[in-house]
Protein backbone atom coordinates (compact mmCIF):
# COMPACT_ATOMS: atom_id res chain seq x y z
CA UNK A 1 0.00 0.00 0.00
CA UNK A 2 0.83 3.34 0.35
CA UNK A 3 3.89 4.80 1.96
CA UNK A 4 4.61 8.38 3.03
CA UNK A 5 7.57 8.93 5.15
CA UNK A 6 9.02 12.11 6.72
CA UNK A 7 11.02 13.34 9.50
CA UNK A 8 9.94 13.97 12.33
CA UNK A 9 11.88 16.77 13.64
CA UNK A 10 13.09 19.92 12.07
CA UNK A 11 14.58 23.37 14.04
CA UNK A 12 15.60 26.24 12.07
CA UNK A 13 16.58 29.83 13.59
CA UNK A 14 14.25 32.61 12.80
CA UNK A 15 14.97 34.58 9.39
CA UNK A 16 16.64 31.30 8.15
CA UNK A 17 15.32 29.28 5.25
CA UNK A 18 13.18 26.13 6.50
CA UNK A 19 13.45 22.46 4.20
CA UNK A 20 10.46 20.08 5.23
CA UNK A 21 10.90 16.76 3.03
CA UNK A 22 8.91 14.07 2.21
CA UNK A 23 8.94 10.39 0.13
CA UNK A 24 5.77 8.81 -1.01
CA UNK A 25 5.42 5.56 -2.88
CA UNK A 26 2.75 5.15 -5.09
CA UNK A 27 3.39 7.02 -8.28
CA UNK A 28 -0.04 7.05 -9.61
CA UNK A 29 -0.32 9.42 -6.61
CA UNK A 30 -1.67 12.76 -8.97
CA UNK A 31 -2.08 15.20 -6.26
CA UNK A 32 0.95 16.22 -3.54
CA UNK A 33 0.11 18.00 -0.48
CA UNK A 34 1.13 20.21 2.80
CA UNK A 35 -0.73 20.75 5.51
CA UNK A 36 -0.18 22.28 8.54
CA UNK A 37 -1.28 21.97 12.34
CA UNK A 38 -0.82 24.27 14.86
CA UNK A 39 -0.75 23.61 18.60
CA UNK A 40 -4.08 22.20 19.77
CA UNK A 41 -5.95 22.97 16.25
CA UNK A 42 -6.91 20.85 13.25
CA UNK A 43 -4.98 20.51 9.84
CA UNK A 44 -5.13 23.16 7.39
CA UNK A 45 -3.98 23.03 3.80
CA UNK A 46 -0.85 25.62 3.10
CA UNK A 47 -0.14 24.45 -0.94
CA UNK A 48 -0.86 21.30 -3.14
CA UNK A 49 1.04 20.61 -6.47
CA UNK A 50 -0.14 17.91 -9.46
CA UNK A 51 2.14 15.62 -10.36
CA UNK A 52 3.15 17.15 -13.71
CA UNK A 53 4.29 19.95 -12.33
CA UNK A 54 8.14 20.65 -10.54
CA UNK A 55 7.67 23.57 -8.72
CA UNK A 56 5.28 25.88 -7.03
CA UNK A 57 5.78 28.82 -5.34
CA UNK A 58 3.18 30.98 -3.22
CA UNK A 59 4.85 33.69 -1.23
CA UNK A 60 7.47 32.52 1.17
CA UNK A 61 6.91 28.86 0.52
CA UNK A 62 8.12 27.08 -2.49
CA UNK A 63 7.05 23.22 -3.23
CA UNK A 64 9.46 21.26 -5.46
CA UNK A 65 8.68 17.47 -7.20
CA UNK A 66 10.71 15.20 -8.21
CA UNK A 67 7.92 12.62 -9.46
CA UNK A 68 10.96 10.20 -11.04
CA UNK A 69 12.21 9.87 -7.03
CA UNK A 70 8.82 10.20 -5.59
CA UNK A 71 10.50 12.62 -3.74
CA UNK A 72 8.46 16.28 -2.76
CA UNK A 73 9.48 18.96 -0.16
CA UNK A 74 8.51 22.42 1.41
CA UNK A 75 10.81 25.93 1.21
CA UNK A 76 9.37 28.03 3.66
CA UNK A 77 11.76 31.14 3.11
CA UNK A 78 12.51 33.65 6.05
CA UNK A 79 10.93 31.38 9.07
CA UNK A 80 9.36 33.10 11.16
CA UNK A 81 8.23 32.09 14.77
CA UNK A 82 4.76 32.00 13.71
CA UNK A 83 5.55 28.95 11.79
CA UNK A 84 6.70 26.76 14.63
CA UNK A 85 3.67 23.92 13.59
CA UNK A 86 3.46 19.90 12.69
CA UNK A 87 3.64 20.01 9.08
CA UNK A 88 1.94 16.97 7.13
CA UNK A 89 2.70 15.57 3.46
CA UNK A 90 -0.08 13.84 1.83
CA UNK A 91 -0.32 12.21 -1.36
CA UNK A 92 -3.89 11.51 -3.56
CA UNK A 93 -4.82 7.69 -3.33
CA UNK A 94 -7.49 7.40 -6.09
CA UNK A 95 -10.19 10.12 -6.15
CA UNK A 96 -11.62 9.64 -2.70
CA UNK A 97 -8.85 9.55 0.02
CA UNK A 98 -5.23 11.18 0.85
CA UNK A 99 -2.56 9.02 2.33
CA UNK A 100 -1.33 11.31 5.16
CA UNK A 101 2.88 11.28 6.41
CA UNK A 102 3.70 11.08 10.11
CA UNK A 103 4.42 14.86 10.37
CA UNK A 104 7.25 17.16 11.06
CA UNK A 105 7.50 18.69 13.70
CA UNK A 106 9.17 22.58 13.14
CA UNK A 107 10.83 24.24 15.82
CA UNK A 108 11.79 27.89 15.24
CA UNK A 109 14.15 29.25 17.26
CA UNK A 110 14.20 33.07 18.05
CA UNK B 1 -18.68 31.02 9.13
CA UNK B 2 -18.04 27.87 7.22
CA UNK B 3 -16.83 25.61 10.21
CA UNK B 4 -16.00 21.41 10.41
CA UNK B 5 -17.53 21.00 14.27
CA UNK B 6 -17.02 18.12 16.42
CA UNK B 7 -18.05 17.33 20.07
CA UNK B 8 -16.75 16.72 22.92
CA UNK B 9 -13.40 18.23 22.48
CA UNK B 10 -12.17 15.97 25.25
CA UNK B 11 -13.15 12.91 26.61
CA UNK B 12 -12.28 10.60 28.92
CA UNK B 13 -13.66 6.82 29.52
CA UNK B 14 -13.65 3.46 30.61
CA UNK B 15 -13.62 0.48 28.25
CA UNK B 16 -16.84 -1.24 26.98
CA UNK B 17 -18.61 2.30 27.56
CA UNK B 18 -20.38 3.57 24.26
CA UNK B 19 -19.75 7.12 23.15
CA UNK B 20 -20.41 8.60 19.67
CA UNK B 21 -18.18 11.73 18.96
CA UNK B 22 -20.40 14.15 16.76
CA UNK B 23 -19.21 16.22 13.94
CA UNK B 24 -21.02 18.73 12.00
CA UNK B 25 -20.26 20.93 8.91
CA UNK B 26 -21.87 24.03 7.43
CA UNK B 27 -20.75 24.04 3.98
CA UNK B 28 -23.02 21.75 2.36
CA UNK B 29 -20.20 19.68 1.98
CA UNK B 30 -20.57 15.84 0.03
CA UNK B 31 -17.53 14.31 1.63
CA UNK B 32 -16.46 13.82 5.14
CA UNK B 33 -14.26 11.89 7.19
CA UNK B 34 -12.61 10.98 10.40
CA UNK B 35 -8.94 10.55 11.08
CA UNK B 36 -6.97 9.48 14.19
CA UNK B 37 -3.76 10.97 14.62
CA UNK B 38 -0.92 9.15 17.14
CA UNK B 39 2.80 10.36 17.40
CA UNK B 40 4.84 8.67 15.10
CA UNK B 41 2.09 7.50 13.11
CA UNK B 42 0.43 10.47 11.43
CA UNK B 43 -3.04 11.12 10.46
CA UNK B 44 -4.79 7.78 9.75
CA UNK B 45 -8.11 7.19 7.83
CA UNK B 46 -11.26 5.48 9.38
CA UNK B 47 -13.66 5.99 7.31
CA UNK B 48 -15.06 8.29 4.82
CA UNK B 49 -18.72 9.43 3.28
CA UNK B 50 -18.93 10.54 -0.22
CA UNK B 51 -22.63 11.09 0.37
CA UNK B 52 -25.47 10.89 2.40
CA UNK B 53 -26.23 6.97 3.29
CA UNK B 54 -22.69 6.15 1.31
CA UNK B 55 -20.04 5.57 3.78
CA UNK B 56 -16.61 3.17 3.12
CA UNK B 57 -13.71 2.08 5.29
CA UNK B 58 -10.30 3.69 5.63
CA UNK B 59 -7.02 2.21 6.53
CA UNK B 60 -8.24 1.39 10.38
CA UNK B 61 -12.11 0.63 10.81
CA UNK B 62 -11.97 -2.04 13.03
CA UNK B 63 -13.65 -0.89 16.34
CA UNK B 64 -15.15 2.07 14.56
CA UNK B 65 -18.81 2.61 12.97
CA UNK B 66 -20.27 5.75 11.31
CA UNK B 67 -23.55 6.66 10.10
CA UNK B 68 -24.51 9.62 7.36
CA UNK B 69 -28.09 10.31 7.73
CA UNK B 70 -27.81 13.69 6.75
CA UNK B 71 -25.53 16.00 4.77
CA UNK B 72 -24.12 17.71 7.70
CA UNK B 73 -23.71 15.33 10.43
CA UNK B 74 -21.20 12.64 10.25
CA UNK B 75 -20.63 10.67 13.80
CA UNK B 76 -18.30 8.51 14.51
CA UNK B 77 -19.35 5.38 17.05
CA UNK B 78 -17.28 3.12 19.32
CA UNK B 79 -19.83 0.61 20.66
CA UNK B 80 -17.14 -1.15 22.85
CA UNK B 81 -14.42 1.69 23.35
CA UNK B 82 -10.81 0.08 24.23
CA UNK B 83 -7.45 1.45 25.47
CA UNK B 84 -5.92 1.47 21.95
CA UNK B 85 -8.82 3.48 20.64
CA UNK B 86 -6.87 6.57 22.70
CA UNK B 87 -6.13 9.04 20.36
CA UNK B 88 -6.89 12.28 18.65
CA UNK B 89 -9.69 12.52 16.66
CA UNK B 90 -10.38 14.65 13.83
CA UNK B 91 -13.34 14.87 11.44
CA UNK B 92 -12.97 16.47 8.37
CA UNK B 93 -15.39 17.67 4.89
CA UNK B 94 -14.74 18.73 1.39
CA UNK B 95 -17.12 19.83 -1.21
CA UNK B 96 -16.54 16.71 -3.58
CA UNK B 97 -13.54 15.05 -2.95
CA UNK B 98 -10.10 15.44 -0.97
CA UNK B 99 -8.34 15.35 -4.36
CA UNK B 100 -9.80 18.11 -6.10
CA UNK B 101 -11.14 20.39 -3.39
CA UNK B 102 -9.46 21.15 0.07
CA UNK B 103 -10.23 19.29 2.93
CA UNK B 104 -11.34 21.44 6.34
CA UNK B 105 -10.74 19.89 9.27
CA UNK B 106 -12.33 20.33 12.96
CA UNK B 107 -10.54 21.16 15.76
CA UNK B 108 -9.89 17.54 17.03
CA UNK B 109 -11.19 15.70 20.06
CA UNK B 110 -8.71 13.94 22.51
CA UNK B 111 -10.14 10.76 23.46
CA UNK B 112 -8.69 8.27 26.36
CA UNK B 113 -10.16 5.22 27.35
CA UNK B 114 -8.92 4.08 30.58
Known amino acids: GEDVEQSLFLSVREGDSSVINCTYTDSSSTYLYWYKQEPGAGLQLLTYIFSNMDMKQDQRLTVLLNKKDKHLSLRIADTQTGDSAIYFCAASRGANNLFFGTGTRLTVIP | EAQVTQNPRYLITVTGKKLTVTCSQN?????MSWYRQDPGLGLRQIYY???????DKGDVPEGYKVSRKEKRNFPLILESPSPNQTSLYFC?????????????FGPGTRLTVL
Open chain 2, 27 to 31: MNHEY
Open chain 2, 49 to 55: SMNVEVT
Open chain 2, 92 to 104: ASTLKGPREDEQF
